[in-house]
């Protein structure tokens, strides 16, 4: 009787989860096996030939591919320590400022935010227009008199990746004053009462009293500017080509799966589909792992507090 | 997604009609065949000739009552994807403007084209400069019919030399004494642009001046495995574009393709490094701009001046296709003298085959220059398995001509891309 009860409640939860379940099988579990599956098979073209273990793994980390995966490896923890800082930090620090003076802060916040409902393709249309030699930007710092040569930031390979890192900052910098702006709100006025009445000023209140109350935003924000960071590409591509020019200085994981996947500019379809598996494969890997082990460390630091 | 449905449909529906059609032909009078026309689709990534093939094919059509070709256009960006996951479902068209040489093999591969060497006897009046782009690398059958050979060379603005009282040169101290000439007149001489991901524009730069430093004859000894990008002529033609900075526009490492074409076409540049494609895409953007093309000359005078040729693409027939032999009528078409007389008087490009006459002066010039023409070395050589030499020369040519990285470095590294697959040929 009891058994039976339990299996119609379950029962029922399964039917209720069957259609959601049946989709993400179908568009999430499926092509991620079929694609672990097949980055152990020698590829020819779009041809599937036979199965060779792990070797599509070994050649994606030896010569000349490791070139690439360890250059765009780090231009991507460049991406993710570059947005923490001018986005996420920047962003609590101007949520903090809005917090105290609070007058016109809801204006403000729409100014902030309103980048983030361009798309990255417009954005980086746009960026590549200011910041081309004779655009907009260039003439501000020849007026300035900052500088004499013309700007050409995008085509330096010392450069290119930081602006890239800053376009994408400044496109979705309104999300952590969105974000942070509602979690100190959130905090009771009584702790920052007291905090005052200890003789605590602004600056100490946010580094002790509020960033501890606003850990889960944190733990959110770090999480997601990971996942970000780590699945780079359409800001790339627009700015700067699935080559990640100049000299791949703005090569990123995506933009190397994208040429090996579908072929370089001027080589569409000259592919290596094995590799290009292999590195997509790889790359969840370790999104998911690393997005677990963040995940975990910021449970165990609101645990001790 | 819309318009593969829709073509689908429609040409499920032809065939219901025609299925109608040929059914009430068998019981009516012999003669009334006719009413059963045939559509023939062509899928083509070429959309800024999607007028001048309209003009092209309404005149096929006119001279062949019983077929109707169907053109449809797919900007360059989205075509290769797009015509493999058409073809891989089945629904590709019956006609499909190909990528030549290394980019057409995965279609090829797949078994997805039909050969045409038998199909088309038409083809035997193309020289092996054009078929080439157009085999298969595993048996060496055509799989299309080649429509260009597109070569490279130095486009100057006439009226601009003329003001600067100086003649196309022909050496290269000439070059640069023309070069220093513009600049002091104010006038930028090279446009030259690569940057947010149109490098490959700056390739181009390294065929136009590339042949007359490695010569005629390299192409041959890197293809035997004689010669590598490493070889000092390689280094040398490298060098040269770096050499040759001083008379690109400022901010020649943030300009792009684009925006490099536009200082050409509005006169503010005096010369552009580019292929015969430029020609009516010059003409269109600005009617009013005077100018002609040279092959970029040769270290010593007297010396002919050669100049990077290659196959730019073809159209070839879909193993799918229902309608093939329509399709192949389409095809002898276009193999023929008259497709290609009507696409150099309109497009302006130098036709894949001979018997064409050339009337736009700026096309007879570069019909002139193909006798002294060699294969362009790293599409036709080299852009085969990745990496390609071109994917790393794309990606390293900036920093290379700002002097961030040096030339033997960027050789050594295109060596090094192509080392893992490239075989000669003994």
């Given at each position: ?305 | ?273 580019g292929g015969s494609w430029e020609n009516g895409s010059f003409k269109a953007q600005n009617p009013k701009l005077k100018f002609s093309i040279f092959a970029f000359p040769s270290d010593a005078a007297g010396q002919p001046a050669y100049t990077s040729t290659f196959a730019d693409g073809s159209y070839g027939l879909v193993a799918d296709s229902e309608h093939k032999e329509a399709a192949t ?98």
């Open positions: 009787m009891r058994l039976g009860r339990s299996w119609r409640v379950h029962g029922a939860a399964a039917m209720f989860v069957a259609p959601a379940l049946l989709l993400y099988a179908l568009f999430i579990v499926y092509p991620l096996a079929r694609s672990l599956w097949g980055s152990l098979f020698q590829w020819r073209g779009l041809r599937q030939l036979g199965f060779i273990g792990l070797y599509n793994f070994f050649r994606l980390f030896a010569e000349p591919s490791l070139t690439r995966v360890a250059g765009a490896l780090l231009h991507n923890a460049a991406w993710f320590a570059g947005i923490m800082l001018l986005q996420n930090a920047l962003g609590l620090v101007l949520a903090y400022l809005l917090f105290l003076r609070n007058r016109g802060s809801q204006l403000l916040q729409s100014v902030f935010f309103l980048p983030a409902i361009l798309s990255p393709v417009i954005v980086g249309a746009l960026w590549r227009l200011l910041l081309a030699p004779d655009g907009p930007l260039d003439a501000a710092v020849r007026a300035l008199g900052l500088t004499d040569a013309p700007l050409t930031v995008l085509g330096d390979s010392g450069w290119a990746l930081w602006v890239l890192i800053a376009v994408d900052a400044w496109n979705w910098m309104g999300l952590p004053v969105l974000v942070f702006l509602a979690g100190f709100q959130a905090i009771p006025s009584e702790v920052f009462e007291a905090a005052r009445l200890e003789g605590a000023n602004a600056a100490r209140i946010l580094r002790s009293v509020a960033l501890p109350l606003l850990l889960p935003a944190v733990s959110s924000l770090t999480t997601l500017t990971f996942i970000n960071s780590f699945n780079q590409f359409d800001l790339v591509y627009v700015m700067e080509g699935v080559q990640g020019n100049p000299s791949y200085s703005t090569d990123t994981l995506v933009t190397y799966f994208y040429r090996l996947a579908f072929g370089a500019e001027g080589s569409a379809g000259i592919t290596d589909i094995g590799l290009a598996l292999a590195l997509g494969s790889g790359l969840f890997l370790l999104l998911s792992v690393s997005t677990v082990a963040i995940l975990r460390y910021f449970d165990r630091k609101a645990a001790a507090l | 997604m819309l318009r593969r449905d829709s073509t689908t449909r429609g040409r499920r529906g032809i065939a219901v009609i025609a299925a109608a059609l040929l059914a009430g032909a068998l019981m009516a009078a012999p003669g009334m065949a006719r009413a059963e026309d045939t559509t023939v689709t062509i899928w083509s990534w070429r959309t800024e000739d999607q007028a001048a093939m309209e003009q092209i094919f309404a005149g096929f059509s006119a001279q062949h009552p019983g077929i109707k070709v169907k053109l449809q256009f797919t900007p360059d960006a989205d075509y290769q994807n797009r015509l493999s996951t058409a073809l891989r479902g089945g629904e590709g068209p019956d006609i499909a403007q190909l990528k030549a040489y290394g980019e057409l093999q995965p279609l090829v591969e797949a078994g997805y084209l039909e050969a045409i060497d038998d199909a088309v006897p038409e083809l035997k009046e193309f020289p092996e400069a054009a078929l080439g782009g157009a085999r298969g690398l595993s048996d060496g059958k055509i799989y299309g019919v080649p429509y260009s050979t597109p070569n490279m060379g130095v486009f100057y603005n006439t009226d601009l030399f003329t003001k600067a009282g100086i003649g196309e040169p022909k050496t290269y101290d000439d070059f640069v004494a023309a070069c220093k000439v513009l600049k002091a007149a104010g006038i930028v001489p090279i446009a030259a642009g690569g940057t947010n991901g149109s490098a490959w524009a700056l390739e181009i730069s390294a065929g136009v001046v590339g042949p007359n430093i490695y010569g005629p004859d390299f192409y041959d000894r890197m293809m035997k495995g004689q010669a590598r990008f490493t070889d000092p002529l390689w280094v040398k033609t490298l060098q040269r574009l770096k050499d040759l900075r001083p008379y690109y526009q400022d901010g020649f490492a943030g300009t792009d393709y684009t925006t490099a074409i536009q200082q050409f076409v509005n006169g503010r540049a005096a010369m552009f490094f009528e389409v095809l002898r078409f276009i193999a023929s003298a008259g497709f290609s007389q009507q696409f150099a008087d309109m497009l302006g490009w130098p036709p894949a085959r001979s018997g064409v006459t050339a009337h736009d002066p700026v096309l007879q010039q570069m019909m002139a220059m193909q006798p002294h023409s060699t294969p362009y070395l790293t599409l036709v050589g080299f852009r085969w398995q990745t990496p390609t030499a071109s994917s790393v020369l794309q990606a390293e040519v900036i920093d290379m001509i700002e002097g961030k990285i040096a030339p033997e470095k960027l050789a050594a590294d295109m060596d090094q891309a192509v080392s893992g697959w490239f075989k000669p040929k003994s």
